[in-house]
């Protein structure tokens, strides 16, 4: 596994508005043409939402629990993502899709407005989570310290102000939220939330379950909600993304599951940069009916 020198670091492209990874653009055909199956399953978030968590419940629940066949592979190679691109050994994610078999359970952090057509036709079920601004800033900013496809993060107040103009990899949190969420009728989605996961993760799954048309025995279900707990996937070397290299993804800088709560923001913001971030949400977020919390 390994990305070229040029790759690295390297600022955003745009692409039709979007800051992305220059890899993903140079691959962007591919994914343009990339043909849905209707019984796939597609995982769709803003980064650092909690897309992990849920690609870890949804290979469980597909597995009817069985601990040991989720098991089998890293957690990104059981739940590929559809615009990952890498060079030389790094496939990219609608190749290894396309050999795939059905049901397919694949992830995207792509905008709405970048969905290739296939999904608008073929209507597979889509689960969107979303998590509160706050903390995916947060997250985000230590993400990109330690991923060398992010330009360096700076400083946290240097990162915050690029995060609020949605000058971050895949653009506008608020506006990936709030257009996901207003056209979430015009697609077979169910939309949750990371806050409620924390809140009550078997309720969630219930919800899950119920959406995918799906039966589940109560020990299953209660097997599910320990694999998929903060500190057995923080342990999980198929979920901690331990199996990625230090080149690559600098776990010293920060582990990839680092925290897991709802509210460590509360240890990043100072008073006056909370107070500047709630005036801007407030204004972006004023026209839409979704709403978060930022604690629980
Ligand atoms: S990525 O890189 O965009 O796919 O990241 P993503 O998986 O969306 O989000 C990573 C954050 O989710 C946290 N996480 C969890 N929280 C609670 N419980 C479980 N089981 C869990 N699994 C992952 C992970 O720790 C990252 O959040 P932070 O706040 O950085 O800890």
Same mark, same amino acid.
């Given at each position: 596994m390994d990305i070229p020198e040029e790759f690295r670091r390297r600022d955003y492209q745009m692409f039709r508005g979007i800051p992305l990874?220059?890899?993903?653009?140079?691959?962007?055909?591919?994914?343009?043409?990339?043909?849905?199956?209707?019984?796939?399953?597609?995982?769709?978030?803003?980064?650092?939402?909690?897309?992990?968590?849920?690609?870890?419940?949804?290979?469980l629940i597909l597995n009817n629990g069985d601990v040991k066949k989720c098991q089998r592979d890293a957690v990104y190679n059981r739940v590929v993502m559809l615009e990952f691109a890498g060079v030389t050994t790094i496939q990219p994610g609608t190749e290894v899709l396309s050999r795939m078999p059905s049901p397919r359970l694949l992830r995207t952090h792509l905008p709405i407005s970048l969905l290739p057509k296939s999904f608008w036709?073929?209507?597979?079920? #889509?689960?969107? #989570?979303?998590?509160?601004?706050?903390?995916?800033?947060?997250?985000?900013?230590?993400?990109?310290?330690?991923?060398?496809?992010?330009p360096h993060p700076g400083t946290w107040e240097h990162y915050l102000e690029k995060f609020m103009a949605g000058k971050v990899m895949f653009g506008s949190w608020h506006e990936h939220v709030t257009s996901w969420w207003e056209k979430r009728n015009d697609l077979r989605?169910?939309?949750?939330?990371?806050?409620?996961?924390?809140?009550?993760?078997?309720?969630?799954?219930?919800?899950?379950?119920?959406?995918?048309?799906?039966?589940?025995?109560e020990e299953v279900l209660k097997i599910i909600v320990q694999r998929a707990s903060f500190q057995v996937m923080k342990e999980n070397p198929m979920t901690n993304y331990?199996?990625?290299?230090?080149?690559?993804?600098?776990?010293?800088?920060?582990?990839?599951?680092?925290?897991?709560?709802?509210?460590?923001?509360?240890?990043?913001?100072?008073?006056?940069?909370?107070?500047?971030?709630?005036?801007?949400y407030e204004k972006k977020m004023s026209g839409t009916t979704l709403s978060f919390r930022t604690e629980i």
């Open positions: 990874a220059s890899l993903f653009v140079e691959n962007w055909k591919r994914v343009e043409q990339f043909q849905v199956r209707p019984d796939d399953l597609l995982i769709a978030s803003f980064p650092k939402s909690g897309t992990t968590w849920m690609c870890e419940i949804m290979d036709e073929n209507s597979c079920k #889509v689960i969107y #989570v979303a998590r509160n601004a706050k903390d995916v800033a947060v997250s985000s900013y230590h993400f990109a310290g330690a991923n060398i496809l992010h989605l169910l939309y949750l939330f990371y806050e409620d996961m924390k809140e009550d993760l078997e309720r969630e799954i219930r919800k899950l379950l119920a959406f995918l048309e799906k039966d589940m025995e331990e199996t990625i290299p230090t080149h690559l993804l600098d776990k010293r800088v920060s582990p990839f599951m680092r925290k897991g709560i709802c509210g460590d923001w509360k240890n990043h913001f100072t008073v006056h940069q909370n107070e500047k971030f709630d005036e801007d």
